[in-house]
């Protein structure tokens, strides 16, 4: 008989250690990691593994994150200036991926894109740290 926890593979326990899994994948694997104790054992036993220097071209690739687009390729797919194949495979990786890290950057990128900073916030702390300045050669 199947255990819930048979259905993920190492390397899917591993994304979900590095968080690099949907945030719906990621709630399953904890949810059977709550309720197997085997599961447990076996992502234990993954994470001594990898810690003990087990360089595979999948841990690599995972930990690197070598197929995440650079955050100015993710901007350019927000102003629309990437040409097609970029654009499918930058929606691939959002949409059918769900990398949370692109989808992050993302977010604060069109967070940065929808309006200037907040100056009056900068205008405080700069007026609250300028008694702790020292003139240029002073103690």
Known sequence: MARPG?????????AYLDEHLSVDRA?????ALRGDPDLRQRTVLLIRRRDQGGH???EIWRRRRLSCPTRTQLGSWLLGAL??????YIEFHLQTIG???CAANIEDLRRLQSGPPDIERR?????????????QGGP
């Open 6 to 14: 048979d259905r993920f593979s190492d390397d899917e326990l591993l």
């Open 27 to 31: 709630a399953q694997i904890e949810a």
């Open 56 to 58: 595979t071209v999948g």
């Open 83 to 88: 040409d097609d194949a970029w654009i499918d």
């Open 99 to 101: 990398c949370r890290i």
């Open 123 to 135: 205008r405080r702390l700069f007026a609250s740290s300028v008694g702790g300045l020292t003139p």
